[in-house]
């Protein structure tokens, strides 16, 4: 049989962008239906969006951003920042609100600050995540939030060893940028809903990255993470968090996510301690020295959006579109992580926490068990100091220094003053995470 001439070259190229553009449609059209069903959540319980201050300069803010920042007030020395990342169609404020990060920094002390997207850069307020001139160091969107973070540290007094990011959804992979190419800037990070550095460098991979299963190996993607920058100190501790009912983002990422930063820490590849809660699943991976690095929550039944606990010590945030109720909080549970209030051991600890079922190596049991008897050898020195003569002002401000707070008044002004010395010390210790009562 005798084949016609063969097509020309344009008629080729212009046949597969039709077929291009009418996947990139449908994919658009896929994305548009799944983000408003989970837009169309439980009702917000909330009725204001918090009080944010808008930083208007910042730098050149070559991603064109906004910047709002929430302060507590009486705002110590050195304080922790958090920087958070909220996802598509949402705002900072609304962020703010869902997640309660904000009264969590009022209690613990420390500032957050909300990079916002622009509908001028993304109609559905998504953080550029996929396109690579906002995703590379000190270039657009990544660069802008570096900014951000240099005027938080400048204008509050940041302690610079403990800056902290987090994010959901395309608030979570940017956080996954920020983390890869910055990574000596931060101490800690969370990905809640979100992907793996290097995940796509157009819409159409984004897209796909976000629908499909994909198998990337662990090499590869640890790989997009060196190349980032040219790191070599210690990298940041990471916690990942998603659904496994997420519609939006696959749970396959949150895999991907953890391959990528096992293979860039060289951590080993099975998981160090397990917990079961009654609808999560953690896993956590530590260093050789047994200090946890990376963390996994995987919530069962939850869709795209983040963790909240409405009930409990951990109760936290406002249920709302994309903020789950979940039985746990993504929040609380960063603070203890990142070591921004009391430690996860005191967690275990806590008799009004749910219940949970924990399988910890051999080693990680000897361990806890040690920091165990070293807390009760503690309580019991402190109890005994308290029983002896001792100076009142002195006990308070440290009390107050560990809780992360400043002293309410100074050594000189209590040593005159008319108050209660055990009352105020029984509180101090208590919000300083050192005693149970």
């Known amino acids: 049989m005798r084949l016609g001439p063969p097509l020309p070259v344009g008629f080729l190229q212009a046949s597969m962008l039709r077929a291009s553009l009418a996947s990139l449609r449908q994919m658009r059209g896929l994305f548009q239906k799944r983000i408003a069903a989970a837009s169309r959540g439980p ?15 910042f730098g050149s803010n070559p991603g064109n951003l906004r910047m709002f920042a929430h302060v507590p007030p009486g705002l110590g020395e050195n304080p922790a920042l958090v920087v958070a990342l909220h996802g598509c169609t949402q705002s900072a404020r609304a962020y703010a609100a869902g997640t309660g990060w904000c009264d969590v920094a009022d209690r613990h002390g420390f500032v957050v600050i909300y990079p916002e997207q ?29 900014q951000m973070i240099e005027k938080a540290v400048g204008e509050f007094g940041i302690d610079q060893r403990r800056i902290f990011i987090t994010g959901l959804s395309a608030g979570g992979a940017m956080a996954s940028v920020m983390l890869a190419a910055y990574p000596e800037v931060f101490a800690g990070g969370a990905i809640i809903g979100g992907l793996p550095y ?25 790989d997009r993470v060196r ?35 096992i293979n860039v820490q060289g951590l080993q ?33 939850m869709g795209h959006g983040v963790p909240l606990a409405t009930a409990g010590q951990d109760a936290c945030g406002a249920v709302g579109p994309f903020f789950l109720d ?45 920091r165990r008897s070293s807390n009760a050898e503690q309580d019991a020195s402190t109890a005994q100091t308290m029983g002896a003569n001792f100076n009142p002002g002195a006990v308070i401000a440290a009390a ?6 400043p002293p309410p008044v100074s050594r000189e002004g209590l040593a005159g003053a008319k108050v209660d010395p055990a009352a105020i010390i029984a509180a101090a210790l208590k919000a300083a995470g050192l005693s149970r009562q």
């Open 43 to 57: 009702a917000s319980a909330t009725t204001a969006l918090p009080s944010l201050h808008e930083v208007a300069t």
């Open 118 to 146: 622009q509908s001028s850069n993304n109609p559905k307020n998504c953080f550029s995540w996929f396109v690579p001139a906002d995703t590379a160091r000190d270039s657009g969107e990544a660069l802008s939030i570096r």
């Open 198 to 222: 290097g995940s796509a460098a157009n819409v159409q991979e984004a897209f796909d990255a976000m629908f499909n299963d994909r198998r990337p190996s662990a090499r590869a993607l640890g």
């Open 227 to 261: 190349a980032a920058s040219k790191h070599e100190g210690r990298w940041p501790r990471i916690s990942v968090w998603h659904g496994t009912a997420d519609a939006v983002v696959k749970p396959s990422n949150a895999e991907h996510i953890l391959s990528q930063w």
């Open 269 to 301: 590849r099975e998981p160090s301690e397990l917990e079961h809660g009654a609808r999560y699943t953690r896993r956590v991976w530590s260093d050789k020295n047994g200090e946890p690095q990376l963390e996994a929550f995987s919530v069962a039944g």
């Open 326 to 370: 979940a039985g746990v909080s993504a929040t609380n549970r960063l603070l203890r992580f990142w070591e921004l209030g009391c430690q996860i051991d005191e967690l275990a600890d806590a008799s009004d926490i749910p219940s949970t079922a924990a399988v910890s190596a051999p080693a990680l049991q000897a361990s806890s068990a040690t």
């Open 400 to 405: 107050f220094k560990a809780a992360g707070l």
